[in-house]
């Protein structure tokens, strides 16, 4: 099957529905203005040429799209309940993150809501552990930076940050944030509200534990010139130890470092 979808992009809007007990047909238009694809209902190859043609154009083009469930009307009602801080960052993040990263990261702030709240034990445990099973390579690591407060900050300073790069591409951040919470186990944020000793520790711990168990490296990630510089101050005290090799990137004005400690 050829997927091409060059002349509905520019004209419709797109909602992608994945309802698993759906008896439809695989592609319908409703009210001449909405392509409605059960995706349940095709191919891994298919769905694959649908994500690289619809979904990765729209995020590109800075428009929506919605991949809804059985759950949504669920999400929309817990959503409607979020303090209003949390909905402007759910603004502030809509069409600058990936459709699957922005969903995980409605979900984690209602896990962070519940928390706040001191709401049940065990119902804030099955709201994390739904989201840790649905999206198990993110899940777990974005309730958890969510919770330390990093898409409050970290990630708008981030965003911010690299918007005022002459080549700035919007995926290359939504790629960058993926691979800063993938890798949230091997990381080091380097910031203003740690002293120095406190860092370091943070990293010698991190390094003995990873050696211990052959994870391989580490990573730390400064943004903003004054991290950057307390970034470099690290990695010197570990310049002459033969056992680890130091991989690092900057952009060009030296206010965003993501380095890598090799051994």
Known sequence: MDVKFGD????NKITLFD???RTGKVVEVEDSKKLIIDIGKL???????IKEQILDKIINQEDEAFLTDRSKANTESIRRNLPKKDDELLMFYQGKLSPTMYKVLEGALVVRNAVNKK???KDIRDLKWGISRQYPDIGNNMCNLVQRGYFDEHFQELYKSMVEEDDFNIVVYQEKVKHIVKSLPYI???DQYRDYAQIMGEVKFKLDKLKKYGAGKLILHGLSKTN???TLEILSEYEDDDTIRIQKEMN???SIITATLIF
């Open 188 to 190: 080091v944020f380097v």
């Open 43 to 49: 191919k891994p190859d298919t769905q694959k040429q």
């Open 8 to 11: 509905v992009l520019s004209n």
């Open 119 to 121: 709401e049940d034990i």
């Open 19 to 21: 309802f698993s007990k």
């Open 228 to 230: 950057v510089k307390t």
């Open 252 to 254: 060009k004005a030296e």
